[in-house]
């Protein structure tokens, strides 16, 4: 208990001297107004680029949630043989265009 008391003691002398600057801060100082412009500024700045990216970020993963609820409702058996036999045929076709569009 003692060895509690003394360390609050020497630390009151501490505090009461923080006190003290802070009560000497001038608070119609132009210059510490400016200051305190550019800080607030810099934070709001800080936070609306913050903001920004979180909803960038919802809005893309809202974007992959869609995507997957799609992808599920298709339902595509992709071991069926005329689903291969369409692809292939589709292949085919593009390959064929393909050449002979690079021939002129």
């Given at each position: 208990m003692k060895s509690?008391?003394?360390?609050?003691e020497h630390q009151q002398p501490a505090a009461q001297e923080a006190d003290e600057e802070i009560a000497a801060i001038d608070l119609t100082d132009p210059e510490l107004a400016d200051a305190a412009l550019k800080i607030q500024a810099g934070f709001r700045g800080a936070k609306a680029r913050k903001d920004k990216?979180?909803?960038?970020?919802?809005?893309?993963?809202?974007?992959?949630?869609?995507?997957?609820?799609?992808?599920?409702?298709?339902?595509?058996d992709l071991a069926d043989p005329e689903l291969n036999k369409a692809a292939t045929k589709i292949q085919a076709t593009f390959r064929?265009?393909?050449?002979?569009?690079?021939?002129?």
């Open positions: 509690r008391k003394e360390v609050k990216i979180k909803k960038e970020a919802d809005e893309l993963n809202q974007k992959l949630c869609n995507l997957n609820t799609e992808a599920e409702e298709l339902d595509i064929g265009h393909k050449q002979r569009a690079g021939d002129h």
